[in-house]
């Protein structure tokens, strides 16, 4: 199963991953389309820390005992038991963010943009391989293997 | 005895669907069986009132998919009570006189709705808010009504009133307390949600008891929800929404320990051996008070089944993340609370608010541990205080960038926020 790790040794916070997100989750996913003024607001599934000169990306864990998942009062967020990944069905999803309240992660976001729906890492699933760590200039986000769901 | 379960769960809801994910993952081939008052598909019983008003579509209040049960390889008695419990003979008696067999039982049968003394309360037209019957039984009257009195302003009543004032009837709330969500929001908060319901159309009318539903000269139907003020509140639909009481009545005589709830302990075990309980008809370990309470929110409910079924199935698992957590959106604005919300400083606790046009921030605060918070409006990242809540952080010195919401994972000490960012998320049960 593949996950992707941070590294705040070797994160420099140019915070390229937010924008590399943002783009994956716009309507366009093109980035000369998706911040122009007359586009849809952009949202990212990564956080990026900060304080002082320290700094690292930050997102969903997909956790082996997701409490997003537990706390979903629809159904909407589950976690896949082949691939281990948490994802939310938005066609279920009402917007009652219990899920951002049980994240110890802060790692889901408020999607008002179309309906109210959560959103979070989906590790660019349409995509095929997550686009911040394919933008990384630093490798502070990288591919690992782990065993187990 | 006509059939006995290595697994036994009585409801099925959503500490049932906890408990059988969980037996799954650790056990495929020991037989679950699964009895029900209710002969729906499991369902949300939070997304009732969306259902009500329309929002949801009937297929999207399925908690799982249709094919779950077939998947979990789940024998379903839909449609029967269980009316007692024997522990010594470990089965349990549905309503036709049936006796099912365990070798360990899940009590998971949920809250029943309080009915309170109001004279006129069956009349035609009198509705209750605690199942997907309720909610198509309204659904069909409403279609003739255009007014409609909701008596309780707790979470239920709320979303019913604001579900009815999606389907454009005119809307009051009748509340016995001095405000709404009495029990849950201290009174800014509160305040927040008044006016959230009053600028969206709703009436509320708090410190006043309901006297008398009456009918009509003509009709036996609801005609008017009369209060202590002297006045009638003309109706069509009356809505009574005055909370859950634990179904304990189904250990009656069993020997099983109940108080307000059926008593458990981390495990989610009763006092005897194999049988467990969960969800809204168990009193469980608060990590919070440190002591048992019962706290009807879907998330525990999950949970509890989800360490029950563990258990259950052989693998030791402990219940400590079941504090207290609530997040409702009224007309979209969100509002959450967790734990002591409604303490105002003293007793030992230290309060923070800020309110401004971001919103409503309090956290409470007790030995340097945050015990308690209410967010509305900007409740971006609220998980990471829940989550040092549940980890129980010391957050002296950091309570000004909680407020602000200035907070990161980078604000944790350090082995918590290396868990964090690189741990599985397994350490929660
Ligand atoms: C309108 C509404 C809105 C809500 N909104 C929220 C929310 O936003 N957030 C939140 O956290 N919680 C919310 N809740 C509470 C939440 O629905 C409950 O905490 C949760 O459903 C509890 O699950 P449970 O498995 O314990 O039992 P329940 O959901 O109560 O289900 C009980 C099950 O037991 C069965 N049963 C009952 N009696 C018997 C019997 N004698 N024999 C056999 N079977 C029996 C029933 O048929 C059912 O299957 C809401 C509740 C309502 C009604």
Redesign the interface.
Same mark, same amino acid.
């Given at each position: 199963m593949l996950r992707i790790?941070?590294d705040?040794n070797v994160c420099i916070g140019c915070g390229l991953c937010r924008i590399w997100c943002k783009v994956e989750h716009s309507p366009s996913k093109n980035i000369s389309k998706a911040f122009k003024p007359a586009a849809p607001p952009t949202l990212s599934c990564v956080?990026l820390?900060?304080?002082g000169c320290? #700094?690292?990306a930050?997102m969903c864990?997909? &956790?082996?005992?997701?409490?997003?998942v537990?706390?979903c009062?629809?159904?909407a967020m589950r976690k896949d038991p082949q691939t281990g990944l948490v994802t939310v069905d938005r #066609?279920?999803c009402?917007?009652?963010?219990? &899920?951002?309240?049980?994240?110890?992660?802060?790692?889901?976001?408020?999607d008002?943009r179309n309906g109210?729906t959560a959103l979070k890492c989906d590790m660019c699933l349409e995509r095929g391989f997550p686009s911040c760590v394919e933008h990384c200039p630093n490798d502070a986000l990288v591919i690992e293997e782990?065993e187990?769901v | 005895m006509s059939s006995t379960f290595d697994y036994l769960i009585v409801g099925n809801s959503t500490a049932a669907i906890g408990a059988i994910e969980a037996i799954r993952k650790l056990d495929s081939t020991g037989t679950i069986g699964v009895v029900a008052s209710e002969t729906e598909h499991t369902y949300s019983r939070p997304l009732i009132t969306y259902f009500l008003s329309g929002k949801v579509a009937e297929e999207n209040v399925y908690y799982r998919p249709l094919d779950f049960y077939d998947r979990y390889q789940v024998t379903r008695l839909l449609g029967h009570e269980v009316t007692s419990v024997d522990p010594t003979n470990n089965s349990v008696t549905l309503d036709n006189g049936e006796k099912i067999g365990y070798k360990s039982l899940l009590l998971a049968a949920g809250g029943a709705p309080i009915v309170p003394p109001i004279p006129g309360i069956d009349r035609p037209g009198v509705f209750f808010m605690n199942t997907m019957d309720d909610a198509r039984r309204a659904r069909g009257w409403l279609s003739h009504a255009s007014r409609a009195v909701v008596i309780g302003a707790g979470l239920t009543g709320l979303k019913t009133a604001e579900a009815l004032r999606e389907m454009n009837l005119e809307v009051t709330v009748v509340e016995l307390a001095p405000r709404v969500l009495a029990t849950t929001l201290d009174e800014t908060a509160s305040e927040i949600v008044l006016q959230t319901l009053v600028e969206n159309g709703i009436e509320v009318l708090t410190g006043v008891a309901v006297t008398a539903i009456e009918g009509s000269d003509d009709s036996n139907d609801v005609y008017a929800v009369a209060i202590d003020t002297g006045e009638k509140l003309v109706c069509d639909a009356a809505f009574i929404t005055v909370g859950v009481t634990p179904r304990i009545g189904i250990v009656e005589a069993s020997g099983i320990a109940v108080r307000k709830g059926i008593l458990v302990d981390r495990h989610m075990r009763t006092n005897i051996a194999n049988v467990y309980a969960a969800g809204d008809i168990a009193e469980a370990y608060d990590p919070l008070t440190g002591g048992q309470r019962v706290i009807p929110i879907l998330p525990n409910a999950y949970i509890g089944g989800r360490v029950a079924g563990m258990n259950m199935a052989g693998r030791a698992a402990e219940y400590n993340v079941g504090m207290s957590v609530n997040s409702v959106s009224f007309f979209h604005r969100p509002v959450m609370t967790a734990g002591f919300a409604t303490e105002e400083g003293g007793n030992g606790f230290r309060v923070f608010k800020r309110h401004d046009p971001k919103g409503y921030r309090k956290l409470v605060i007790r030995d340097g541990k945050l015990v308690g918070l209410i967010l509305t409006d900007d409740v971006e990242r609220a998980g990471l205080l829940t989550g040092m809540m549940r980890a129980g952080i010391n957050i002296d010195g950091m309570e000004d960038e909680l407020l602000d919401g200035k907070l990161g994972l980078i604000c944790l000490p350090p082995e918590i926020r290396e868990e964090r960012i690189h741990g599985r998320g397994r350490n929660w049960l």
């Open positions: 790790k941070s705040p956080e820390e900060e304080r320290e #700094s690292f930050s864990r997909h &956790c082996e005992e997701p409490l997003c537990y706390g009062i629809t159904g #066609s279920k009402v917007g009652c963010w219990t &899920c951002i309240l049980m994240c110890p992660n802060g790692a889901i976001v408020r008002e109210y782990v187990d | -």
